[in-house]
């Protein structure tokens, strides 16, 4: 792949390094889908190549992701110039900036203990906790999908504050009203995204929205596995734009 001048699913032809910022997923674009969110792995030179990216275009580089800040701390140290994490309820604009935190319900208590009850019956399941909301993962046990849904579809009835999203193998109860192209329009307010044409590259459903907000901005959106097979042809993709001395025009 890295001899190829590109695959078939290039930038605009007319958008360089000066011109443009990256906003990526995390799962499933960056990293490989594991098995829990505890288990992903960071492929040898993947940090570095976001770096060089990050650099030549003056610092406009995200992590849009539905996993917490701290987490994309922990996995890419130093990498990114801001954070969106939890589909944009919280938004780090650079590195030494505070969390910005949306102004949301916290996650009722009775469905905490409701959902930690019933995923005990169903073994392989697993609960993912966030700061605004929980994540259902059934991906060691997939017969247990359709009775999570219809779980969670029994509390989210009669109230709009919360929303359920399916996702891999998961489903994600969040508030409502918030999501990965909310998260694109507040980071490309500021520099050094202001002024620059978006690339949002993801994997999942909840990325679509991203996609979306970052073409209404006149840049371009990506999905894996649509237009890039997996996230391993993507990391290379990415190597390889990195790398190249010029790209665009």
């Given at each position: 792949?890295?001899?190829?001048?590109?695959?078939?699913?290039?930038?605009?032809h007319?958008?360089?390094?000066?011109?443009?910022?990256?906003?990526?997923?995390?799962?499933?674009?960056?990293?490989?889908?594991?098995?829990?969110?505890?288990?992903?792995?960071?492929?040898?030179?993947?940090?570095?190549?976001l770096?060089?990216?990050?650099?030549?275009?003056?610092?406009?580089?995200?992590?849009?992701?539905?996993?917490?800040?701290?987490?994309?701390d922990?996995?890419?140290?130093?990498?990114?110039?801001?954070?969106?994490?939890?589909?944009?309820?919280?938004?780090?604009?650079?590195?030494?900036?505070?969390?910005e935190?949306?102004?949301?319900?916290?996650?009722?208590?009775?469905?905490?203990?409701?959902?930690?009850?019933?995923?005990?019956?169903?073994?392989?399941?697993?609960l993912?906790?966030?700061?605004?909301?929980?994540?259902?993962?059934?991906?060691?046990a997939?017969?247990?999908?359709a009775?999570?849904?219809?779980?969670?579809?029994?509390?989210?009835?009669?109230?709009?504050?919360?929303?359920?999203?399916?996702?891999?193998?998961?489903?994600?109860?969040?508030?409502?009203?918030?999501?990965?192209?909310?998260?694109?329009?507040?980071?490309?307010?500021?520099?050094?995204?202001?002024?620059?044409?978006?690339?949002?590259?993801?994997d999942?459903?909840?990325?679509?929205?991203?996609?979306?907000?970052?073409?209404a901005?006149?840049?371009?959106?990506?999905?894996?596995?649509?237009?890039?097979?997996?996230?391993a042809?993507?990391?290379?993709?990415?190597?390889?734009?990195?790398?190249?001395?010029?790209?665009?025009?």
């Amino acid at each position: 792949m890295n001899s190829a001048p590109f695959p078939s699913f290039p930038l605009p032809h007319d958008l360089d390094a000066g011109h443009a910022a990256f906003l990526l997923d995390f799962d499933g674009t960056l990293v490989d889908i594991a098995p829990s969110p505890g288990e992903v792995r960071v492929a040898p030179g993947l940090r570095a190549a976001l770096t060089t990216l990050r650099d030549r275009c003056g610092g406009a580089l995200a992590i849009v992701t539905g996993r917490p800040i701290e987490q994309i701390d922990h996995f890419l140290p130093g990498v990114a110039e801001a954070v969106c994490g939890e589909h944009g309820v919280a938004i780090r604009r650079h590195p030494a900036a505070a969390i910005e935190r949306a102004d949301v319900a916290a996650f009722p208590q009775n469905w905490l203990d409701a959902a930690e009850h019933a995923l005990k019956t169903w073994p392989g399941t697993m609960l993912e906790r966030k700061n605004a909301g929980v994540v259902l993962h059934y991906r060691a046990a997939p017969d247990a999908g359709a009775a999570l849904r219809e779980m969670a579809e029994n509390w989210l009835a009669g109230q709009s504050t919360f929303e359920l999203h399916p996702a891999k193998m998961a489903w994600e109860i969040r508030p409502a009203g918030i999501d990965k192209g909310h998260a694109v329009q507040a980071v490309m307010q500021a520099p050094p995204f202001a002024g620059r044409r978006p690339v949002f590259v993801g994997d999942d459903v909840t990325d679509e929205d991203g996609i979306r907000a970052a073409r209404a901005l006149g840049g371009a959106g990506f999905r894996i596995p649509e237009d890039f097979p997996d996230a391993a042809a993507f990391r290379a993709w990415l190597t390889d734009l990195a790398a190249r001395p010029r790209w665009g025009g």
